[in-house]
């Protein structure tokens, strides 16, 4: 038998692959072939459509990015919206809270007559309800209590006053908020009647007596951190009610 040169030599076999190059894969060799056979105008059209295709992907993308930036835009905006309400209305609903709950030592507003005419009242125990009366620097009223303490015991009701006096020639129109001190204590002091957080208006010179209607919950003699408590004290500040003006939380310290 006889073998070709080319073959039986192993240097030729080497530089005769090296000449036509490595084994190519299927896809090359697909894509060779479709070159041979395809015109090139055709190449070039094919390349377009692609080119096109991705553009068009990109626009799509882009459109729905648009999208979802606007959404998360507008829940952002809708969230600063409403926490700036949330911040404005805090002051007079945590008002309203401490009002019905005496947390911060304000005393419990809202209580029925049907309360007052059950209540049993605890007789043994004997609170001593002392009476503070201040004035903010916005206004020139002369405020005090009519009376610097008296004796009460849970369940029974009691009346207190105070007097208020314009001495400016000037109408002045106040406003007043008040605290209990101790604060544990404002849950178990629930007001009938109250001249608090109301306007009042005082012509020139005028003076006027503003009635306290109140009464200490039986419920205080059950508590055991009202154990030791035989003193409570009733504050109010009087300022003058201006557009706009916050009145401090009840039961924390102001200027």
Known sequence: MLLRPSLCCPLQASLLLTR???????????????????????HLQIRTRRTRSHQEEWRSRQKEWRSRNKTVLTYITAAGVGMIGLSYAAVPLYRLYCQASGLGGTAV???????????????????????????????QWNFRPQQTEIFVVPGETALAFYRAKNPTDKPIIGISTYNVVPFEAGQYFNKIQCFCFEEQRLNPHEEVDMPVFFYIDPEFDEDPRMARVDTITLSYTFFEAKEGQQLPLPGYAYN
């Open 109 to 139: 507003s809202g209580h029925d007559a049907d309360q007052v005419e059950t209540m049993t009242a605890v007789k043994e125990r004997v609170i001593k309800v002392t009476f503070n009366a201040d004035t903010h620097a916005s206004i």
């Open 20 to 42: 036509c190059g490595a084994p190519r894969t299927p896809q090359a060799q697909f894509e060779r072939f479709l070159r041979r056979r395809l015109p090139p105008g055709l």
